[in-house]
Every structure is written in structure tokens, then in C-alpha cells.
């Protein structure tokens, strides 16, 4: 499994300069939109890189070419898990520290324990979708991934879009306050939401690690 996580590993350095340029690109739309966008956006950059080295498996029958060296089928899909999560969280990891590096610069004031809870919740989410896509992407193929993808990052833009425009109406028209203190999470503790988002990203990724390593055991290559 080493021998797949250096390969994943060095598929990835040589699209440095596209990384590179994405980062960039964060780093500047940083400063004119709301700080949790660079977290979202370097964390679904990363979500992409990780997915786009199953495409370069399939070009000229790759998948043929690994299984004739000394792993066996199962052991792939758990290798581009591992890489993968590693990845998204190395992502995620640079997001946060550009993300405090922007409020810093820009001495906006923010509470510390919001962000950090709706960072945390943001790459549980990525691992939720990972947990998702990784499957279908080992069960297909790079093309039809993308098209899920855009429907799933499309489902969640509209329902947000949708949520804030008739949050919107109803403030306007009938006075209603949303997201008023006191609210139920304040009665939870940040730790017990961190573990529960993460318990159930735990859950996800098992069960699409399972079925994936099925599917792999199942190929004739």
C-alpha cells in the first residue's frame, strides 16, 4: 500500500503549479468574501485533486498494469482512502491557515469558537461528499464523477441560495428573526458537535470504503 500512496503522492506534485495557482486564486478572493469561502474552496480543490488521480489509474489500462504487481484489489481502494482523506484534511489544513491569516491582515473581529466549529463542520461535510464520490468514481469512471459532482456541489449552492432568499422573505414580510441568540447549540458543547460530526463522517467513510473495496474484488482486469 506504500508503493500506491507514493504514486497518488507523486501524481499530485506534478500538478503543483495548478495547486499553486488555485491557492493564489483563494488568497486574493479571500480578502473580498466571507472568511469561511477560502476554507470551502481550497477544501473542494483539494476534494477534486484527490478524485482526479483515479483518472490517470484508468489511462492506458493502469488498473491492469497495478494489479499485476504484488497488492491485491482490495488493497487499492484502501490506499486511495487513506490517501484521499490525508489529502482533503492537508487541504483543509492550509485553508485555515490562510483563512487567519486574512482576518489577521484585514483586523476583522470574529469569535474564535464559531469559526473554528464551522470550519470543523466544513471538512466533516467534504469527508461526508469524499465518502460518496470515492465510490462511484472506483465503480465507473472519472467522467461520470464529475457529472455527481456538479449536481451534488449544485444541490448544495441552490438549497443555501434557497435557504437565505426565503429566510430573506420571511424576515421582510412576517418579522421573523433568524438565528437569534440564545439558540440550540448553545446548550451543546462544541466538543460533543465536533465528535457527532465526525462520528458521522466516520460512519459515511466505512461503509463507502467497504462497498469500494467489494467493487474492486469483484473487477476483472
Known amino acids: ?3 500506491l500512496l507514493i504514486k497518488d503522492f507523486k501524481i499530485l506534485l506534478n500538478q503543483k503549479r495548478f495547486l499553486l ?8 478572493l479571500s480578502f473580498s468574501m466571507d472568511s469561511t469561502f477560502v476554507v470551502s474552496y481550497i477544501s473542494m480543490i483539494g476534494l477534486i485533486m484527490m ?3 483515479i483518472a490517470y489509474d484508468y489511462n492506458d489500462d493502469g488498473f491492469s498494469f497495478l494489479m499485476t504487481l504484488p497488492i491485491k484489489p482490495g488493497d487499492y481502494a484502501v490506499a486511495k482512502y487513506v490517501f484521499s482523506i490525508m489529502g482533503v484534511t492537508l487541504f483543509w489544513l492550509i485553508s485555515l491557515v490562510i483563512q487567519f491569516a486574512v482576518l489577521a491582515i484585514q483586523k476583522e473581529s470574529y469569535v474564535l469558537s464559531d469559526t473554528v466549529l464551522l470550519d470543523v463542520s466544513m471538512l466533516a461535510l467534504f469527508l461526508v461528499i469524499l465518502s460518496v464520490l ?5 465503480r465507473f469512471s472519472p467522467e461520470k464523477v ?3 459532482m456538479f449536481i451534488i456541489f449544485g444541490i448544495i ?4 441560495l434557497a435557504g437565505k432568499a426565503v429566510m430573506g422573505i420571511l424576515s421582510d414580510k412576517f418579522g421573523m428573526v433568524f438565528f437569534s441568540r440564545p ?3 448553545e446548550t451543546v458543547s462544541p466538543a460533543v458537535l465536533i465528535i457527532g460530526l465526525f462520528a458521522i463522517a466516520i460512519i459515511f467513510l466505512s461503509i463507502s470504503m467497504m462497498y469500494s473495496i ?3 474484488q469483484k473487477r476483472e482486469f
Open 1 to 3: 500500500m506504500k508503493g
Open 21 to 28: 495557482m488555485f491557492i493564489c486564486l483563494a488568497v486574493i
Open 51 to 53: 478524485l482526479s488521480t
Open 134 to 138: 470515492l465510490p462511484i468514481d472506483i
Open 146 to 148: 464529475r457529472v455527481v
Open 157 to 160: 449552492m441552490a438549497g443555501v
Open 183 to 185: 439558540n440550540p447549540f
Open 214 to 216: 467489494r467493487v474492486m
